[in-house]
């Protein structure tokens, strides 16, 4: 790597006064993975505070439901069932970002220093929206949306690199994860370098508030069934999302989108790497801006770009967005789809995590796992258990996996619920642009493949248990033969002494085989048990447990 750091200018090519947002989202658990036999029942929730606590609804749910609900379908859809709502029931305050005095990144092996030393003497003030989305699962999406506020001051409306150092707050790419430890965020009563232990304490507050709806739906309904709120970590941090309402940009982009010659301009290399998540977006020829410009939607109002953690839209005047920045702080129905693509990615990662566990066991701190594909061998075993063949063992184990996919991923699928088609089909390009969907497919796949081999095994080890089993009867069969020429031999007297003797001769060596033959099959018996038995411990100790 170069050593030589550059020195680039905090050049402002955008204005991005009142006309910008950024949400970034975190995801929550509330169930926390230990109690997946619950579910919260989000209508009735709503319906409920609607009844009893009117002034809250009115302030922290409505706003929200007044959009949602004439754009989603029948809201009685058990898998898709969500409540949204505002934090706090006032007016969410003026946050102080402190940011550091310089945006360093790293590209093509080069470090480059952007001069921001304005800012370390006046930090930028931006408006602060807290939302959540509450789904019946109890996955949890708690958004806070940053808008940068309308001014004719460059230095208190904001620059494309103040967007560009929250953006990498979610992705750091560019060697960027330094910013996470070095950005100030601070109110009237919190203090501190970390955004996530910043909204924390905040939730914390309006948790702790009387009037608030976190106070109502956590403290007063939710937490007397023992479900609280985990801490907010770094590793919470899901995704993000940007919102530009600019007529300039819009029809900018618009226009050299459109005509494949045209060069790209300093406003469109910068919007480019905004939308990319590229800093390095000076370095960037003609043709690449105009391929990070290409949206996987747009309606000739909008247009929609998705990054694997980051979506952006570009709006040409919106009017929901102007009716929503006071109280989601970005576009209402941009908000929504944001949401339901991040809630069918984690769907996403929990058929991961158990197509992971069944293809290679329980993780662990070890580099080389041992016990990849243990389980599916010892599978075979069971091909040669006598009598018992394949059945209990492995068809209990397979039937607490499935039960464990139905209860975590199927009865938690959504269909696309959105009414219109700018939201369906918008949906549905952001799950193929990020993979999502071809993950679900896949694991899908890998999991029919391996109720097929279950199947397979079961059927291979009954079939062989059948086997043994004949055998044993027809031992018991020769046995009974011979016992019945022996009787007959008994009554023909003394006039046939040879014969009889014969035939009491071949019984006793039958018996005798037929015994030892049984002792020798009671013995595998019992050594098959024990095998199990020891793998089933062996498989507590350390290979995957699908809890049911």
Same mark, same amino acid.
């Given at each position: 790597?170069?050593?030589?750091?550059?020195?680039?200018?905090?050049?402002?090519?955008?204005?991005?006064?009142?006309?910008?947002?950024?949400t970034?989202?975190?995801?929550?658990?509330?169930?926390?993975?230990?109690?997946?036999?619950?579910?919260?029942?989000?209508?009735?929730?709503?319906?409920?505070?609607?009844? /009893?606590?009117p002034?809250?609804?009115?302030?922290?749910?409505?706003?929200?439901?007044?959009?949602?609900?004439?754009?989603?379908?029948? @809201?009685?859809?058990? *898998?898709?069932?969500?409540?949204?709502?505002?934090?706090?029931?006032?007016?969410?305050?003026?946050?102080?970002?402190?940011?550091?005095?310089?945006?360093?990144?790293t590209?093509?092996?080069?470090?480059?220093?952007?001069?921001?030393?304005?800012?370390?003497?006046?930090?930028?003030?931006?408006?602060l929206?807290?939302?959540?989305?509450?789904?019946?699962?109890?996955?949890?999406?708690?958004?806070?949306?940053?808008?940068?506020?309308?001014?004719?001051?460059?230095?208190e409306? &904001?620059?494309?690199?103040?967007?560009?150092?929250?953006?990498?707050?979610?992705?750091?790419?560019?060697?960027?994860?330094?910013?996470?430890?070095?950005?100030?965020?601070?109110?009237?009563q919190?203090?501190? =370098?970390?955004?996530?232990?910043?909204?924390?304490?905040?939730? =914390?507050?309006?948790?702790a508030?009387?009037?608030? *709806?976190?106070?109502?739906i956590f403290?007063?309904?939710?937490?007397?069934?023992?479900?609280?709120?985990?801490?907010?970590?770094?590793?919470?941090?899901?995704?993000?999302?940007?919102?530009?309402?600019?007529?300039?940009?819009?029809?900018?982009?618009?226009?050299?989108?459109?005509?494949?010659?045209?060069?790209?301009?300093?406003?469109?290399?910068?919007?480019?790497g905004?939308?990319?998540?590229?800093?390095?977006?000076?370095?960037?020829?003609?043709s690449?801006?105009r391929?990070?410009?290409?949206?996987i939607?747009?309606?000739?109002?909008?247009?929609?770009?998705?990054?694997?953690?980051?979506?952006?839209?570009?709006?040409?005047?919106?009017?929901?967005?102007? /009716?929503?920045?006071?109280?989601?702080?970005?576009?209402?129905?941009?908000?929504?789809?944001?949401?339901?693509?991040?809630?069918?990615?984690?769907?996403?990662e929990?058929?991961?995590?158990?197509?992971? @566990?069944?293809?290679? &066991?329980?993780?662990?701190?070890v580099?080389?796992?041992?016990?990849?594909?243990?389980?599916?061998?010892?599978?075979?075993?069971?091909?040669d258990?006598?009598?018992?063949?394949?059945?209990?063992?492995?068809?209990?184990k397979f039937?607490?996996?499935?039960?464990?996919?139905?209860?975590?991923?199927?009865s938690?699928?959504?269909?696309?619920?959105?009414?219109?088609?700018?939201e369906?089909?918008?949906?549905?390009?952001?799950?193929?642009?990020?993979?999502?969907?071809?993950?679900?497919?896949?694991?899908?796949?890998?999991?029919?493949?391996?109720?097929?081999?279950?199947?397979?095994?079961?059927?291979?080890g009954?079939?062989?248990?059948?086997?043994?089993?004949?055998?044993?009867?027809?031992?018991?069969?020769?046995?009974?033969?011979?016992?019945?020429?022996?009787?007959?031999?008994?009554l023909?007297?003394?006039?046939? *002494?040879?014969?009889?003797?014969?035939? =009491?001769?071949? !019984?006793?060596?039958?018996?005798?085989?037929?015994?030892?033959?049984?002792?020798?099959?009671?013995?595998?018996?019992?050594?098959?048990?024990?095998?199990?038995?020891?793998?089933?411990?062996?498989?507590?100790?350390?290979?995957? !447990?699908?809890?049911?």
């Amino acid at each position: 790597m170069n050593e030589e750091a550059r020195w680039l200018n905090d050049d402002r090519f955008l204005n991005l006064a009142g006309s910008a947002s950024i949400t970034l989202t975190f995801a929550l658990d509330l169930f926390g993975g230990k109690d997946r036999y619950r579910s919260i029942d989000v209508e009735r929730l709503k319906d409920a505070i609607e009844a /009893q606590k009117p002034e809250i609804y009115a302030h922290s749910i409505k706003p929200c439901a007044s959009f949602f609900d004439d754009i989603l379908n029948a @809201r009685s859809e058990a *898998t898709s069932q969500q409540i949204t709502f505002l934090l706090n029931s006032t007016a969410s305050p003026a946050v102080n970002v402190e940011l550091p005095a310089s945006f360093d990144f790293t590209a093509e092996g080069e470090r480059f220093h952007i001069d921001r030393r304005h800012r370390s003497a006046a930090p930028l003030r931006l408006e602060l929206r807290e939302a959540a989305t509450l789904f019946s699962n109890g996955l949890m999406f708690l958004n806070a949306t940053f808008v940068f506020p309308q001014s004719d001051k460059p230095e208190e409306s &904001g620059s494309e690199y103040d967007l560009f150092t929250l953006q990498k707050l979610v992705a750091p790419t560019e060697e960027c994860g330094y910013l996470r430890d070095t950005i100030g965020f601070s109110d009237a009563q919190v203090t501190t =370098r970390n955004l996530a232990a910043f909204l924390e304490a905040r939730l =914390r507050k309006a948790i702790a508030t009387e009037g608030t *709806t976190a106070n109502e739906i956590f403290k007063h309904r939710l937490e007397r069934d023992g479900i609280a709120i985990p801490a907010i970590s770094w590793s919470a941090l899901h995704s993000g999302a940007a919102f530009f309402n600019s007529d300039e940009v819009f029809n900018a982009v618009e226009a050299f989108v459109a005509d494949e010659n045209a060069p790209a301009t300093d406003h469109l290399r910068l919007m480019a790497g905004l939308l990319q998540n590229i800093a390095d977006f000076r370095r960037q020829d003609d043709s690449e801006v105009r391929e990070s410009l290409r949206p996987i939607r747009k309606d000739g109002v909008l247009s929609i770009y998705c990054h694997p953690k980051f979506l952006a839209e570009l709006n040409l005047g919106s009017r929901t967005y102007a /009716q929503a920045r006071g109280t989601l702080g970005t576009c209402p129905y941009f908000y929504l789809v944001q949401v339901f693509a991040a809630y069918r990615e984690k769907l996403a990662e929990t058929l991961d995590d158990y197509m992971q @566990r069944i293809a290679y &066991g329980a993780r662990s701190n070890v580099v080389v796992n041992n016990r990849y594909m243990k389980d599916h061998v010892d599978l075979l075993a069971y091909l040669d258990a006598p009598l018992t063949g394949a059945g209990g063992e492995i068809v209990r184990k397979f039937a607490k996996i499935r039960l464990g996919l139905f209860r975590d991923f199927f009865s938690r699928m959504p269909p696309n619920t959105f009414r219109y088609e700018n939201e369906k089909v918008t949906l549905d390009n952001i799950l193929d642009a990020r993979g999502v969907q071809d993950r679900i497919d896949a694991g899908l796949a890998m999991f029919a493949e391996h109720e097929k081999c279950v199947k397979d095994i079961h059927a291979f080890g009954e079939h062989n248990a059948e086997k043994q089993i004949s055998r044993f009867l027809l031992i018991l069969a020769v046995l009974g033969v011979v016992e019945v020429c022996s009787s007959i031999s008994q009554l023909l007297g003394n006039e046939q *002494t040879a014969i009889n003797h014969a035939l =009491r001769s071949t !019984a006793y060596i039958v018996a005798a085989f037929g015994t030892g033959y049984l002792l020798v099959r009671l013995a595998m018996l019992l050594g098959s048990v024990a095998r199990v038995f020891l793998r089933c411990r062996s498989s507590e100790r350390g290979g995957p !447990a699908f809890d049911g």
